[in-house]
Nanobody, 121 residues
Framework: QVQLVESGGGLVQAGGSLTLSCAAS????????MGWFRQAPGKEREFVAR????????YYADSVKGRFTIIRDNAKNTAYLQMTSLKPEDTAVYYC??????????????WGQGTQVTVSS
């Protein structure tokens, strides 16, 4: 299976921007549909975005559509989540995932350790 390591989280003010990175190793990165999920304290893990292996088709949660962009660079074995116009409700631990064919965290093949994103008002 693929191993995933997220980075790039931190503290930002509302309206700011942040880009998360997900470095993959262990298996061929280009063979996996990639995605991002997030989990706030006391809440269930939720879908944020995903991209098919080719990078040509993307899907977003309604809550982030128009503000977040998922990118994959197969040459670098890295996926990114570009976040703009951040809101306090975006505060959560963000998880990179591989084998993402659906908007359901229960149907994901592999997870990273997560990176904290905190948005202050």
């Amino acid at each position: 299976q693929v191993q995933l390591v997220e980075s790039g989280g931190g503290l930002v003010q509302a309206g700011g921007s942040l880009t998360l990175s997900c470095a993959a190793s262990g298996r061929t990165f280009s063979d996996y549909n990639m995605g991002w999920f997030r989990q706030a304290p006391g809440k269930e893990r939720e879908f944020v975005a995903r991209v098919v292996w080719s990078g040509g088709v993307t899907y977003y949660a309604d809550s982030v559509k128009g503000r977040f962009t998922i990118i994959r660079d197969n040459a670098k074995n890295t996926a990114y989540l570009q976040m703009t116009s951040l809101k306090p409700e975006d505060t959560a631990v963000y998880y990179c995932a591989a084998g993402v064919y659906y908007n359901d965290y229960r149907r994901v093949g592999a997870w990273g350790q997560g990176t904290q994103v905190t948005v202050s008002s």
